[in-house]
């Protein structure tokens, strides 16, 4: 469990650097690369940590920005996709979060490629 709120914790302050820098899908590359030097027996730890780390990166950002034009852009936005504003923000949390996860499973399963397997006879 140790290594699963750490990886998370990494994911989360390495995208938060990276988000400010580069493009929104940098959030991908940041969860693979954190999720290839974690060692898991099963992928799907690695992907739960990236999911939770970068839905809440996302979401806690949305809210932010939400909170700061008084919900004018998200009724915006709303309108446009035919969405009421209150949706957006889990919405944004659910596609960050599948964009994380499947990073770090990537990051996870490009490890256990590369590693060696005992050669048994």
């Given amino acids: 469990m140790k290594k699963f709120g750490l990886q998370a914790l990494i994911i989360l302050v390495l995208g938060f650097i990276a988000q400010h820098f580069f493009p929104f899908w940098s959030i991908a590359v940041v969860a693979a690369l954190v999720g290839f030097f974690f060692k898991y027996e099963n992928s799907a730890i690695s992907f739960a940590a990236g999911t ?7 979401s806690g950002y949305a809210v932010f920005l939400n909170a700061a034009n008084a919900n004018q852009l998200a009724e915006q936005i709303g309108q446009l996709f035919k969405v009421g504003a209150g949706y957006l923000v889990p919405i944004t949390g659910f ?5 994380g996860g499947l990073g770090a499973q990537t990051g996870t399963l490009a490890r256990k490629m590369l590693e060696k397997e005992p050669v048994t006879s």
Avoid at 52 to 58: G, I, Q, R
Avoid at 95 to 99: C, D, E, K, Q
Wanted: charged letters at 0%; zero cysteines; glycine letters at 16%.
């Fill in 52 to 58: 939770a780390a970068v839905a809440l990166l996302w």
């Fill in 95 to 99: 596609v960050g979060g599948l964009l």
